[in-house]
């Protein structure tokens, strides 16, 4: 298919993990991305990955990219009722770094 | 450095009249990307522009619906006599031209 999609909810207890979970469809895309959008809020970029890599960490965030598979994941350690939001996968489509979004996972953490 | 500016944060407009989105992209950034999120929808691709250029346009409306970014001042999206369905919140983005996209806080079109 074109979309990129996403399971739409998760719901974590604080302090465990959340894995979200990401398939998008151009095998060519140079660049995926993780953006973070609280309500009411703009989208902040939270990490990219290149292609050419398999794994990228940055503090409490992990990501994982499965090329073969078209899978991308975003790990958040210890999560925290801050990371409560909405995440949005994204990946580049076309010559001109346009970013082709999923519809969102919206995290819930609770106590 | 003050990031992606977009303006107004709310617009409020009667069927048939005109908005019009404004977007100063980061300082040093000559890319610009408009992009519409419905509710509880993602954000769709609009229209890419370079400094005077429409770069790519494919996911603007045929009708209505236009997009520009001077050499001077921001970029505006510009839709004119707006219906129900234009609602939604409008985000722009800017670039140096490299994998690294900025957004702005959106403006939020609501039409009555």
């Known amino acids: 298919g074109e979309d990129v999609e996403q399971s739409l909810f998760l719901s974590v207890r604080e302090g465990d993990s959340s894995v979200i979970n990401c398939t998008y469809t151009d095998s060519s895309s140079t660049y995926l991305y993780w953006y973070k959008q609280e309500p009411g809020a703009g989208l902040q970029l939270l990490t990219y990955?290149?292609?050419?890599?398999d794994m990228k960490q940055d503090q409490r965030l992990t990501v994982l990219l499965n090329k073969k598979d078209k899978h991308l994941s975003l790990r958040i350690a210890d999560t925290q009722t801050g990371d409560s939001a909405i995440y949005f996968c994204a990946e580049i489509r076309g010559g001109y770094n346009k970013l082709i979004f999923g519809a969102g996972t919206r995290l819930a953490v609770h106590p | 450095n003050a990031g992606v500016m977009q303006n107004p944060r709310h617009l409020v407009r009667r069927r048939g009249q005109e908005a019009r989105l404004r977007c100063s992209p980061m300082k040093g950034h000559s890319h610009v990307y408009w992009y519409r999120q419905l509710p509880e929808e993602g954000l769709k691709f609009m229209v890419y522009?370079?400094?005077?250029?429409?770069?790519?346009e494919s996911g603007m409306p045929k009708e209505r619906f236009s997009a520009e970014f001077p050499k001077e001042g921001p970029s505006i999206l510009r839709i004119q006599q707006v219906v129900r369905g234009d609602s939604a919140a409008y985000f722009c983005?800017?670039?140096?031209?490299?994998?690294?996209?900025?957004f702005g806080s959106g403006t939020q079109l609501s039409v009555l």
């Open positions: 522009l370079q400094k005077e250029n429409i770069i790519d």
């Open positions: 983005a800017s670039s140096l031209g490299n994998e690294k996209l900025f």
């Open positions: 990955i290149f292609s050419n890599m």
